[in-house]
């Protein structure tokens, strides 16, 4: 791309390969996200529901009635040492032995988690573990977790807002908080090579997520193993991060992509607000085992 296509957010016009729906969660449908997307000025964009595929026919099916180009991934909570990694998964094989056991263990691990921490929160809010399933739109195949809590929270009327609950009983600093149980960011890195697909550190200088970042030598191990790229341009990275992120994936040959972190009234994130350049997406679907829809 050339120069003027660029700014100090990165390319200004590409793909958001970083949007969540209903399937996890988010609060629209992959139609409705689809049907944004199509008035958005985008030139594609990317499903990325935490731990799942479930979203990926609902997508397909709105991307191909309407022509509008579409990436299937899911973004994958790890973990590298005692740092929380958000993977980016893309154009993998969906029934692939390695995902689908992935998936399986990393979604029970959630559930698991999240009854934990409704029983905690119970004990001051008279919340219960229906209130929450009941903050979810697609029932079993939603994957559940604190921003379905938060939302019983406000539905309940403690909080005005799923980002004040956030703030609040549901921050990761409060008495209620489990970490997630999450498989190492190496293995992840591996089990999507192995399914064909193609792997980005989400949000890696986002101190808002975490007060320890992966360091540079983390981001090479990962690299040495396979990983594909860095997601670069995201609200959450800092200009001090984007230039120290620009510099390794430079050095390590990584990909660099943008993604908003679209949750549709979830979050304050707009969708495009951060894009992924063409001839990256065009790698990322050359690499992948799963072909481009529409």
């Known amino acids: ?99 689908v056991e992935l998936f399986r263990s990393t979604r029970q691990a959630r559930l698991e988690r999240a009854r934990r921490m409704v029983s905690r929160l119970s004990k001051d809010f008279p919340i219960t573990w229906d209130d929450v399933t009941a903050q979810t739109k697609k029932g079993e195949n939603t994957t559940v977790g604190r921003p379905h809590m938060a939302d019983a929270l406000v539905a309940a009327g403690f909080y005005r807002t799923r980002s004040e609950a956030f703030a609040g009983a549901i921050s990761s600093s409060s008495k209620y908080y489990i970490p997630t149980p999450s498989p190492t960011a190496l293995r992840v890195v591996q089990v999507v090579r192995l399914a064909g697909g193609v792997s980005v550190v989400a949000h890696p200088c986002d101190y808002s997520r975490n007060r320890v970042l992966l360091s540079d030598s983390q981001i090479r191990r990962l690299a040495d ?35 908003s972190d679209w949750h549709g009234a979830g979050k304050p994130n707009k969708l495009g607000e951060n894009v992924t350049a063409d001839d990256v997406v065009a790698q990322i679907v050359q690499r992948g085992a799963a072909g481009m829809v529409a």
């Open 1 to 99: 791309m050339t120069s003027d296509e660029y700014n100090d957010c990165g390319p200004v016009s590409g793909w958001d390969l970083h949007c969540h729906t209903v399937f996890s969660d988010g609060t629209k449908t992959p139609a409705e996200l689809i049907d944004l997307a199509c008035t958005s000025g985008l030139h594609g964009v990317a499903i990325t529901d935490h731990d799942t595929t479930a979203g990926w026919r609902e997508a397909q099916q709105a991307a191909e009635s309407q022509g509008f180009p579409l990436l299937r991934g899911s973004e994958i909570t790890a973990q590298d040492g005692h740092v929380s990694v958000h993977m980016l998964a893309y154009q993998y094989d969906p029934e692939n032995e390695g995902i």
């Open 225 to 259: 193993a396979g990983l594909d790229g860095l997601e670069v341009w995201h609200r959450g990275n800092g200009d001090d991060g984007r230039r120290r992120l620009l510099k390794l994936a430079d050095e390590l040959d990584l990909l660099v992509t943008g993604g």
